[in-house]
């Protein structure tokens, strides 16, 4: 059993101009309605999906996670949790924009998933400023959060910044539209009408790592296995669309 608690860094004025109290509200607000539906069934899925991400991305993908791993948008930190499994992750910094979601939620989120905690320092960030120096991580991940960037291209440019030549940033769970109309796809344009995050297709997140100079590859995301797995690669990106994006710093490191 890991006994160590992860350290956890008070920060304050870390917000950018991008983002202000009101955005940090609604982010809490937002988290914490969706866990409170059911924690139970929060807990479950979120045990047995997410513990099939990492594994997709280190064998189907090509990473190696090593070295100094920066999430950014963490919330529960389940991501964090994973990657601190792996032998050759070194260090992990997680952030967010909410210091609650830091303290409160990725504790819990540790102790579920067996995180590695030792090798986890938590800390409140705003991923339009990093506060870190250049040429700093090996990777710097993120799930289901670049799309709710007030500037992209902003977060990627940060992004790169702080990244070792050759190291890569990593984006899983984005919400993209697929090319077929479904409720699915019509429910995300009415979220994004009310503010709650946006909607891109792939097309537009490669214009966005277009423009912060960040060569990107995109993966088509299968998590799944036997019949289904063949029924997913078919119709992923028509019925609905599942990719990682994973964007590398020019040079060798």
Known sequence: MNTVESKYVEKKGYLSRYAHERTLRLREQAQAAGEADNEQKWSRGRKDDCRK???????????????RILEIGAGGAWLSAELSKLPRVVELITTDLSPQLLKEQAPKTFKLLGAKTAKITRMPGDFHKFDFPDN???F???SAVLHDAANMVQVLCEAKRV?????KFVAIREPVWPLVKLKSRA??????ARGQGRAYTVEHYKEFFKQAALPLEVK???LSSGFRYYVNKMVNGLTHARYAFIGTKRGKG
Request: one cysteine or more.
């Open 163 to 167: 990244l070792k030549a050759g190291g």
């Open 220 to 222: 088509r995301v299968n």
């Open 140 to 142: 710097v991940v993120c």
């Open 53 to 67: 991400f990492v594994p997709f991305l280190t064998k189907k993908c090509g990473l190696e996670f090593r070295g």
């Open 136 to 138: 700093h991580f090996d």
């Open 187 to 192: 429910k995300r344009v009415a979220r994004a």
